[in-house]
């Protein structure tokens, strides 16, 4: 059995984060699992986040916006200037092709096995391998179930167009113009590569996946009838769910066993943005090791921020809060850069107020005393 300081298993996103951040401080022998080609393996996704300034992964950056568009379920079109931000996108497979050359001038061993068990003494079951400290980013279930649970759940088509179709400088971050389901917010997504070229996608915060069909036909509509593309051939095709749930997901599994990235929490309830957290569980996690200390992944975000998701997501499960108006307006009453840092979890206590004040007051209201008579 192959004995390490550090097992990492899983090399998505927070896996290749944490082995390329340990592997170039050299403070410790790390072994990375992952998954052998087969289902195990996510297929290729992008991965959006807000960055102010350059981040640990610009050569894998495919595109940058600096300014994006929502539109309101009126077709009311607004356009905002994100600076200090920019929209970035890293595509899974670029990420990928980094880190592997990362890695390789580290001294990151890398074994592929699928991994069934961990022991709470470090063991990874499968890959005969052991670790001091262990951390895990396989997909996995919160401890218990929440009050809620969302799925925002979506398929993208990366299109090329006949006619020049797109503004490239401006990523559509939201329109509300497609119908909107009941208990739920429906939006899509624009994310122009060229003035022919890009990923439009079509996505639900509600609580069960769509079938085939529906999706294609809802990106079928939105396309022609709302964005008015014209012709265009689809090159390849994106689905997901993520989920919006403010059920607990532990981080600390075991004396030395630790999750990490969206298995580890790293998903923000009320977006299902998790790459830029899952960055900063690394991040943390790395330096923890280097300086000695015990290298329990911090939360991903705040008590308190989690409790505006939970209320939040009650409202729309329940059907108080209209989603569509919610977040449109979120962006025309409150400041590009603090929105921003709410849909990131770093906002202070005072200006959540604000972003919370743009919420209807009665539907807030109503989901408390709901959520209170449910206990
Ligand atoms: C299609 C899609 C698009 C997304 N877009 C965004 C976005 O734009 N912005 C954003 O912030 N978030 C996005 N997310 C959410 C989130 O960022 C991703 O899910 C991200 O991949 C989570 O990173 P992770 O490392 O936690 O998990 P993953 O990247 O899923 O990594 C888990 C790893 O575990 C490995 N594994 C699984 N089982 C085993 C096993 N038995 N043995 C060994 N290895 C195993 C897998 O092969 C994989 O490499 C998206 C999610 C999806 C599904």
Known sequence: MLHADVVVVGAGAAGLA????LGEQGSADVVLVEAPPGPARPPERTWCSWQSGPGDWEDAVHRRWDRVQVHAPSGRERTYDLA?????????????RVAAARLSRTGVVRVEALVDRITGDGVVEGADVAGRWVFDTRPAPPARPGRVAL????????????????????????????????????????????????????????????????????????????????PFEVLAVEQGAIPMTDAPFPRRVGERVFRLGAAGGATRPSTG??????????????DALREGRD??????????????????????????????????GLFERQPTERVLRFLDGSTTLREDLAVMASAPRAAMLRTVLAGALDR
């Open 273 to 286: 943005y998790t790459f830029a957290a899952a960055q900063r569980q690394a991040r943390a996690v790395a």
């Open 18 to 21: 944490l082995a390329c951040r």
């Open 151 to 230: 799925l925002q759940h979506f398929r993208g088509w990366t299109v090329r167009t006949a006619q020049d179709a797109f503004d490239p400088a401006v990523a559509g971050l939201m329109d509300f113009r497609p119908p909107q389901p009941p208990g739920g917010v429906a939006f899509g997504y624009v994310l122009p590569t060229s003035p022919r070229e890009a990923l439009v996608e079509y996505t639900e915060f509600s609580r069960s996946v769509l079938e085939d069909e529906q999706y294609e036909s809802a990106l079928v509509d939105w396309t022609s009838q709302v964005l008015r593309l014209g």
């Open 295 to 328: 290298p329990e992944p911090p939360p991903a975000y705040s008590a308190r921020h989690l409790r505006m998701d939970g209320l939040l997501l009650r409202a729309l499960d329940g059907g108080f809060l209209d989603g569509a108006d919610f977040f449109a």
């Open 84 to 96: 200090p931000f920019a929209y970035t996108m890293v595509r899974s497979g670029d990420y990928e």
